[in-house]
C-alpha cells in the first residue's frame, strides 16, 4: 500500500503552547486528508478533512480555531492545535486518500502511524 | 449516531481457531467496507475491503463476507495466530463528496497460543 507518514510520532508539550503535527504522503499525491483523534480503547474519531489549496471541513463539536489544518500541497497536511491543554492529551492520526488508479481505482486512504500528544 | 455497528468487543481465539467479528451498517449509501487492523500505538493499516456487488471476498487467511439485503459484514480470521493479536475496525465509505470513513467501534482480538 501507499505510504503516509505522520511526524512526530509523540510529542509533549506545556499547558498553553502549540503543537504541529505533519501529515505526509510519500509517493502518491493526496488532494484530500483526514484528521482523526482516538482515545484509548476507542474509535477513530473524524475530526475534519483537508483539502490541498482550500479550508478544511470540521466535523460538528470540533473547534476549527482550535485545530488548525493547513493542506498547502498536495503532499503535505499540518494540524496544530494551538494554547493545548490536559483534555487534548490524545492520539492523533491523518489519512491520505489516493485517487490514482494504480491501487484499484477505489481511492483507499491511507493511515499514518500516529502521533501521542500529552499536555502536561 | 452510530452507523456501523460492530461486535464483539473483545475476543479471545485460540491459535489455528477462526475469529469473526460481525458489522452491521445502516446507511444504504455506502458502497465500499474495508477492514482495518490495528496494533497498540500505531495507526490503522487496510486489512482487506469489498464493495457490495460481491458476497464474499478472501485475501490469504482473511475473508469478508457480505449480506447487502441484510447490511451486515463479517471479517473471518482462519487459522489465527499470536501475531493477530490486534484491534480490528470495521468500517464503512459512501461515495461522493469527501468519501469519509464511517468506522465501526472496533473489536480487540487476542490470539492465545
Known amino acids: 500500500g501507499a505510504v503516509v507518514s505522520q511526524h512526530p510520532s509523540r510529542v509533549i508539550c506545556k499547558s498553553g503552547t502549540s503543537v504541529k503535527i505533519e501529515c505526509r504522503s510519500l509517493d502518491f499525491q493526496a488532494t484530500t486528508m483526514f484528521w482523526y483523534r482516538q482515545f484509548p480503547k476507542q474509535s477513530l474519531m473524524l475530526m475534519a478533512t483537508s483539502n490541498e489549496g482550500s479550508k478544511a471541513t470540521y466535523e460538528q463539536g470540533v473547534e476549527k480555531d482550535k485545530f488548525l489544518i493547513n493542506h498547502a500541497s498536495l503532499t503535505l497536511s499540518t494540524l496544530t492545535v494551538t494554547s493545548a491543554h490536559p483534555e487534548d492529551s490524545s492520539f492523533y492520526i491523518c489519512?491520505?486518500?489516493?485517487?490514482?488508479?494504480?491501487?484499484?481505482?477505489?481511492?483507499?486512504?491511507?493511515f499514518g502511524q500516529g502521533t501521542r500528544l500529552t499536555v502536561v | 449516531q452510530q452507523q456501523v455497528k460492530q461486535s464483539p468487543q473483545s475476543l479471545i481465539v485460540q491459535k489455528g481457531g477462526i475469529s469473526i467479528i460481525n458489522c452491521a451498517y445502516e446507511?444504504?449509501?455506502?458502497?465500499?467496507f474495508p477492514w482495518y487492523q490495528q496494533f497498540p500505538g500505531k495507526g490503522p493499516a487496510l486489512l482487506i475491503a469489498i464493495r457490495p456487488d460481491v458476497s464474499e471476498k478472501k485475501e490469504g487467511r482473511f475473508t469478508i463476507s457480505f449480506n447487502k439485503s441484510a447490511k451486515q459484514f463479517s471479517l473471518h480470521i482462519m487459522d489465527s495466530q499470536p501475531g493477530d493479536s490486534a484491534t480490528y475496525f470495521c468500517?464503512?465509505?459512501?461515495?461522493?463528496?469527501?468519501?469519509?470513513?464511517?468506522f465501526g467501534t472496533g473489536t480487540k482480538l487476542q490470539v492465545i497460543p
Open positions: 489519512s491520505a486518500r489516493d485517487n490514482t488508479a494504480n491501487r484499484g481505482g477505489w481511492g483507499e486512504a491511507f
Open positions: 468500517a464503512a465509505r459512501r461515495s461522493g463528496g469527501y468519501q469519509k470513513v464511517t
Open positions: 446507511n444504504t449509501a455506502f458502497d465500499y
